[in-house]
T-cell receptor, first 113, second 112 residues
Framework: NAGVTQTPKFRILKIGQSMTLQCTQDMNHNYMYWYRQDPGMGLKLIYYSVGAGITDKGEVPNGYNVSRSTTEDFPLRLELAAPSQTSVYFC????????????FGSGTQLSVL | GESVGLHLPTLSVQEGDNSIINCAYSNSASDYFIWYKQESGKGPQFIIDIRSNMDKRQGQRVTVLLNKTVKHLSLQIAATQPGDSAVYFCAETLFGNEKLTFGTGTRLTIIP
């Protein structure tokens, strides 16, 4: 099993550009999450999904959008990139939600200049 | 708002010694706690978890202690090795909540 796969690993955007961070998992997990991690900080939840077709906001959803059309995929969309969105983004998944361990991807390092 | 925090942002320990990483939580309703290890350039990796009906749980070289009276969580790593160098995060949640709240992390450095 590949686990949780994120692409790309690195990306540089100009202010105002858009991009989609891809996340896919092959563990048939119901729950998927997007976190951002700023330098020297903990993880902050952006969006999460409890199953295909269902998404909800986390702590810091502004400037992002998500969709969950399949169990496997949970892409994160940045519509108008801003310098404040410079961060490392992690996707995670679990079978039954926040009361069990999450499996994390290796992250996407995004710089907005 | 409710938050999870750590007492020490950095910790240096001699190889072979035991490490103790501390975490304070403020939500007394939290009933599930989890520790993650994050190595440089990688995503967090599960270490150990504990539910609020327990005071202590042991894994391989790791022990988590939960003190609900003072809302304190600790991670003990026995006989630390160079591979233990990483940032360690605690996280909490409560029944009915599908989201974990993460602390800011402690960087553990093992001195050869």
């Amino acid at each position: 099993n590949a686990g949780v796969t994120q692409t790309p690993k690195f990306r540089i955007l100009k202010i105002g550009q858009s991009m989609t961070l891809q996340c896919t998992q092959d563990m048939n997990h119901n729950y998927m999450y997007w976190y951002r991690q700023d330098p020297g900080m903990g993880l902050k939840l952006i969006y999460y999904s409890v199953g295909a077709g269902i998404t909800d906001k986390g702590e810091v959803p502004n400037g992002y959008n998500v969709s969950r059309s399949t169990t496997e995929d949970f892409p994160l969309r940045l519509e108008l990139a801003a310098p404040s969105q410079t961060s490392v983004y992690f996707c995670a998944s679990s079978y039954t939600g926040g009361r069990e361990k999450l499996f994390f991807g290796s992250g996407t390092q995004l710089s907005v200049l | 708002g409710e938050s999870v925090g750590l007492h020490l942002p950095t910790l240096s320990v001699q190889e072979g010694d035991n490490s103790i990483i501390n975490c304070a939580y403020s939500n007394s309703a939290s009933d599930y706690f989890i520790w993650y290890k994050q190595e440089s350039g990688k995503g967090p990796q599960f270490i150990i978890d504990i539910r609020s009906n327990m005071d202590k749980r042991q894994g391989q070289r790791v022990t988590v202690l939960l003190n609900k009276t003072v809302k304190h969580l600790s991670l003990q790593i026995a006989a630390t090795q160079p591979g233990d160098s990483a940032v360690y995060f605690c996280a909490e949640t409560l029944f009915g909540n599908e989201k974990l709240t993460f602390g800011t992390g402690t960087r553990l450095t093992i001195i050869p």
